[in-house]
């Protein structure tokens, strides 16, 4: 795949402006290889993937061995395959051998900036300032790069859901990838999603006051808690739906007390004690 936008060969005569100079701006990871090495063969396609998997972050420059034996010594190169990634004119880190992907990937990730990473961190950072619309402007501008990037779809959700949009939001959440999911984070927005927006309990109240086995009315009330934030009284109000009718709308209210230990996390300090009372409700 040599000589695509992100993947070019190199030699002794160009090797300066290729890689050298070309270095200053974006880093560049030398590929040293020859035609006889069996590992080289191995490496090779997996270098290129990633170069045009990753759009730019970084240049793959195709060194053939055997055609460029006095760079070879300049790199001080030991054996082949051999990777050394060149960046503000100099080598800063380099291996041997043909690693797997996930590896050359940490390699990589360890010594290239990502910009879409500083997005989304900035973003945060923003988001915990009290600056939403500075925080969802950086997360835009990550999508822009990587418009599938599930920290940033998830962090434009959460500014959604604070502002009352829930729609916004969930167009953000059905962006994610199937594999993402099942992120903790992503089954928390989807959690408090489901526990926002009905505030007023006094009419749920009277319900169930009048008829005590009104289970809808109970789930329905258990959720305007969650929402307000009066997760032990939420709570309790499914729990009562599973003493009263375990199979109620297939067995929604323990559902949503697992929707709400999502919502929490598992380090929220409650969280135990409410695990310990689903647990007595269920094998009492």
């Avoid at 030699?11 to 070309?22: K, R």
């Avoid at 940490?106 to 950072?125: C, H, R, S, Y």
């Avoid at 305007?224 to 709570?235: K, M, S, T, Y």
């Avoid at 729990?239 to 375990?246: I, P, S």
């Amino acid at each position: 795949m040599a000589n695509s936008q992100w993947v070019i060969d190199v030699d002794e005569n160009d090797f300066n402006q290729a890689v050298i100079q070309q270095s200053l701006s974006t880093p560049v990871l030398v590929d040293i290889w020859a035609p006889w090495c069996g590992p080289c063969k191995t490496l090779g396609p997996i270098l290129e993937q990633l170069a045009e998997e990753m759009q730019g972050r970084f240049i793959l420059a195709k060194v053939n061995a055997d055609d460029n034996q006095q760079l070879c010594q300049q790199m001080q190169v030991q054996g082949i395959p051999a990777c050394k990634l060149v960046f503000n004119g100099e080598i800063v880190d380099e291996f041997t051998g043909a690693l797997p992907k996930n590896q050359i990937i940490e390699f990589l990730d360890k010594n290239i900036p990502n910009e879409v990473a500083n997005l989304i961190e900035q973003g945060k950072i923003l988001e915990q300032n009290g600056d939403p619309q500075g925080a969802f402007n950086h997360y835009h501008a990550a999508l822009e790069v990587e418009p599938n990037n599930t920290d940033a779809l998830v962090g434009q959700a959460r500014i959604f859901i604070a502002h009352d949009q829930k729609n916004e939001a969930q167009e953000r959440l059905e962006m994610i990838s199937a594999n993402d999911q099942d992120n903790p984070e992503v089954r928390a927005l989807i959690a408090q999603m489901e526990f926002s927006g009905n505030t007023d309990t006094s009419d749920l109240e009277a319900r169930i006051k009048k008829n005590p086995d009104d289970l809808a009315a109970r789930m329905e009330l258990g959720r305007a808690l969650i929402g307000q934030n009066q997760h032990e009284a939420g709570i309790d109000q499914f729990l009562e739906v599973v003493k009263r009718d375990r199979s109620f709308e297939d067995d929604a209210g323990r559902k949503a007390v697992l929707q709400t230990f999502d919502m929490l996390g598992p380090t929220h300090p409650m969280v135990p004690k409410f695990r310990s009372k689903l647990s007595s409700v269920l094998f009492s």
